[in-house]
Structures are given as structure tokens and as C-alpha cells.
């Protein structure tokens, strides 16, 4: 499905200021569930988790921060 470049730009930062924070506060409350594993185990982690929130986006936010006139 191909949104219009106005669209995308709406949708990515409706993203970024509601789901992003929303993502954060669940990514932390279930990684907290569990007990502490060893700090490389934790880091990995996170940074899957990091990674995880954007990649159903991605094709969103291809091209949002370029300029209206260069797209």
C-alpha cells in the first residue's frame, strides 16, 4: 500500500510522539518481569528491542526526512 509522501510524514511522527513511548514503557515492564540476566545478555536485549519497534515502520519512514522537492 503506497501512502501519498504528506501522509507518511503524519504517520511517522504520529508514530515517533505515540507509539514509540507506549513501546518503550511495555518493552521495559515485560524485560522487568523476568530476573536480571548477565549485563552482555541484558545489552543484547535492549538492543533488539531497539531495533524490533522499527522495522514493521520501515517503509514509512523511507524518505520522510528528505526534502518535499527531492522525493
Not at 521495559?28 to 533488539?48: A, C, H, K, Q, S
Amino acid at each position: 500500500m503506497r501512502f501519498r509522501f504528506r501522509t507518511r510524514r503524519r504517520m511517522a511522527l504520529l508514530i515517533l510522539i505515540v507509539w514509540l513511548p507506549v513501546y518503550v514503557v511495555l518493552a521495559i515492564t515485560v524485560i522487568n518481569m523476568f530476573d536480571r540476566p548477565p549485563v552482555f545478555v541484558e545489552f543484547l536485549t535492549y538492543v533488539g528491542v531497539g531495533v524490533a519497534w522499527a522495522l514493521p515502520f520501515r517503509s514509512i519512514f523511507r524518505g520522510v526526512g528528505r526534502d518535499e522537492s527531492n522525493r
